[in-house]
């Protein structure tokens, strides 16, 4: 199959392959400390948010996009439901102070994560102290915590476990803190047919919902943002399919211009296609 086709189709990487490579090269200790073995969803801060043998891969590609798109350093970041920092690890280190701002109610799963990646939780981690980042806990998508404008927003896997309103909700939020240049991502699983398109309303997990193009769009359009299709980085590919099947879109408050590197790459696959 070829790569494009791989993307069209959307076929996902054979888990119980990718679980196996990790076995290989990992110690048995070290596999029950990362909970390679625990299913998605699980009371682990790996497994926590997403298949925890490819936490390292998904917080990477989440950081690569993010570059890809031109964030630099000094930019002002805000990771929506962050977790347990799968790319939070990443983002804060890279950036300068007061720039990573995080949202994530179950502070159990971030201080665990942060222990995890920076040996003590959010209140005593020197890297945290050090980096000045914020947090703030709430359910409402209330990101008051960053006290203005951001310029890149990731909301990685929030739109696969969200009803309409709360999706509607989500992107009118990610409107009021962006400004006219602030470039937001939102991952969320497509579906092609309207009757798989999810119209109940709550919070799903770790059971995932999808939603087709035109009501994905729809929910941007009605908050003001214009969205677009794109890509992963290539890391995404494997032989044997998608590391993930979660489809970034970015969402901006004016046309979005792709810089050089993002057409080069998305004209390899699907191109970035106006969704609204
Ligand atoms: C699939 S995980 C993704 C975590 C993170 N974005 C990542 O890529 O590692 C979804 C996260 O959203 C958090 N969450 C649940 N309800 C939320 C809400 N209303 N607002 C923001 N985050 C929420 C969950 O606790 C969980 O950590």
Same mark, same amino acid.
């Given at each position: ?11 996902? !990487? ?14 048995? %200790?070290?596999?029950?400390? /990362? ?19 490819? $936490? ?37 280190? $890279? ?7 995080? /949202? ?19 209140? %005593?981690?020197?890297?945290?102290? %050090? ?73 799903? $997990? ?13 929910? !941007? ?6 969205? $677009? ?7 995404? *590919?494997?032989?044997?399919? /998608? ?9 901006? %408050? ?17 191109? *970035?296609?106006?969704?609204?």
């Amino acid at each position: 199959m070829s790569i494009s086709d791989q993307l069209i189709t959307q076929r996902r !990487a054979e888990p119980a392959k990718m679980r196996e490579e990790m076995r290989q090269v990992l110690t048995e %200790k070290e596999q029950q400390t /990362l909970g390679i073995n625990m299913g998605a969803g699980s009371d682990h801060p790996r497994a926590w948010v997403g298949p925890p043998f490819i $936490y390292d891969l998904l917080g990477a590609m989440q950081f690569q996009l993010l570059i890809d798109l031109g964030m630099r350093e000094n930019h002002k970041f805000l990771d929506v439901g962050c977790g347990s920092l799968r790319l939070g690890r990443l983002a804060i280190n $890279y950036l300068l102070e007061n720039r990573y701002f995080g /949202l994530e109610p179950n502070v159990d799963i971030l201080n665990r994560g942060c222990e995890m990646h920076f040996g003590a939780d959010i209140e %005593k981690s020197q890297v945290i102290a %050090k980096k000045k980042a914020t947090f703030a806990y709430n359910t409402d998508f209330d990101f008051s915590l960053t006290g203005g404008p951001v310029d890149f927003v990731f909301a990685q896997s929030i739109a696969s476990h969200t009803g309409p309103a709360m999706t509607l909700k989500l992107l009118k939020a990610i409107a009021d803190v962006s400004h006219d240049d602030t470039v937001s991502m939102v991952t969320y699983i497509r579906c092609g047919m309207p009757s798989k398109s999810n119209t109940e309303e709550g919070w799903f $997990y770790p059971e995932c919902v999808t939603y087709t193009d035109q009501a994905f769009g729809a929910f !941007a359009r009605q908050a003001g943002l214009h969205a $677009y299709r794109t890509v992963w980085p290539a890391t995404n *590919i494997r032989e044997d399919g /998608l590391v993930t099947t979660q489809h970034p879109t970015i969402l901006t %408050k004016r046309p979005w211009k792709p810089r050089l590197n993002q057409r080069m790459t998305a004209s390899l696959f699907e191109g *970035i296609q106006k969704i609204n």
